[in-house]
C-alpha cells in the first residue's frame, strides 16, 4: 500500500501509471468475470512472472536461486492449494526437499543455506496468488467477494496515497520505507473500509464481512508493503521489475493483494459459515 509523504512524483510518472493502469484493469477484470481456468491460468502467470522478478531479485543480493525449483514449485504450491488442498503439506515439504537438493550444484555452494531459503521462499510466496482463485471459488458470491476484495485494496491503496501526498507530516517506517507516512495509513484505512462497503451495497453482500474485509485491505496491504520494501532496500534496487510501466515490476503491483487475499478468505470462510 502507498502512504507517500508530500513530494509528488513528475507528470510523466504519473501518465505511465495510469496508461497501465487502463490497459492492464481490463486484462485483469475481464479474466476474473470469467472466471474458472481463465482467471486460474492469468493469475498462475502473473504468479511465474513475479518467481522470474524474485529469481531476479535474489541474483542482485548476490544470492543463486535454483529457477529449476522456483517455477515448477510455484505451480506445485498453488495447484495444491487450489485443487488438492489435502496434498498442500506435502507439496511444501517437496518444495523445502528439491530447495535443499538444489545446492549440490557447483554455483553457490558456498551459500548454500542462504540459496536454498530463497528458492523455497519464492514459490511460497508467489503461489500466495492461489487465495484470489479460493475467493473467486467461493459458492454463489465468489465473483462479488474478489471484486470487493481488489475494490477495498485499490480504493485503500489510493487513499493512501494521495493522503500521504497532501497530509503526510509523521513519517511510518523511515528506515524501511522513508516516504510512508501514518496520515497516509490513515487516509489508507478510511478508504480501504468506504471502499469494501460500496461494494457491499452494490453487490448486496453483508455489511459487517464486508467492513471488516475494507479494514484488513488496509492493515494487512501495508505490511506487505512494508515487507517488500524491506527486501528490495536490502537488495539495493527501487523496483522488482519493469514489466508495468509506471508501477515497477508484478510483485510491487501485488504486494498489498499477495498478503490481503489470503486473509481475505480466511476471514470470509469463518463468517460466512
Known amino acids: 500500500m502507498t502512504v507517500e509523504a508530500k513530494p509528488a512524483p513528475a507528470g510523466g510518472g504519473t501518465a505511465r501509471r495510469t496508461l497501465t ?12 468475470y470469467l472466471g474458472e481456468w481463465v482467471w486460474t491460468i492469468l493469475l498462475v502467470i502473473i504468479a511465474l ?11 542482485t543480493a548476490g544470492l543463486v536461486p535454483a529457477p529449476a525449483v522456483v517455477f515448477p514449485g510455484t505451480v506445485l504450491i498453488y495447484g495444491s492449494a487450489v485443487f488438492r488442498p489435502d496434498l498442500l503439506a506435502g507439496a511444501v515439504a517437496l518444495l523445502a526437499m528439491t530447495a535443499l537438493l538444489a545446492q549440490l550444484r557447483p554455483a553457490g555452494r558456498s551459500q548454500a543455506p542462504a540459496n536454498a531459503g530463497v528458492t523455497a521462499l519464492g514459490p511460497l510466496y508467489l503461489s500466495l496468488f492461489a487465495a484470489l482463485d479460493l475467493l473467486r471459488r467461493i459458492p454463489h458470491s465468489g465473483l462479488a467477494w474478489t471484486i470487493l476484495v481488489v475494490i477495498s485494496i485499490w480504493v485503500a491503496d489510493s487513499a493512501a ?8 507530516r509523521n513519517l511510518l517506517a523511515p528506515v524501511v520505507s522513508p516516504k510512508k507516512t501514518w496520515e497516509g495509513v490513515i487516509s489508507g484505512e478510511a478508504g480501504g473500509i468506504a471502499g469494501a462497503l460500496v461494494a457491499a451495497l452494490v453487490f448486496h453482500l453483508p455489511l459487517g464481512p464486508a467492513a471488516a474485509v475494507g479494514a ?7 505490511l506487505g508493503d512494508l515487507s517488500k520494501s524491506a527486501i528490495k532496500r536490502a537488495v539495493g534496487v527501487k523496483d522488482s521489475g519493469t514489466i508495468l510501466p509506471g508501477h515497477g515490476g508484478v510483485i510491487d503491483r501485488f504486494d498489498t493483494m499477495l498478503f490481503v487475499a489470503p486473509v481475505a478468505y480466511a476471514l470470509l470462510v469463518w463468517l460466512l459459515r
Not at 512472472?49 to 541474483?59: F, P, V
Not at 484488513?216 to 501495508?222: D, F, I, N
Open 21 to 32: 493502469a487502463l490497459v492492464g484493469i481490463p486484462l485483469f477484470l475481464v479474466p476474473l
Open 49 to 59: 512472472l513475479g518467481a522470474w522478478e524474485w529469481i531476479a531479485l535474489t541474483r
Open 161 to 168: 496515497y494521495f493522503g500521504g501526498r497532501t497530509f503526510g
Open 216 to 222: 484488513l485491505s488496509a492493515t494487512v496491504g501495508l
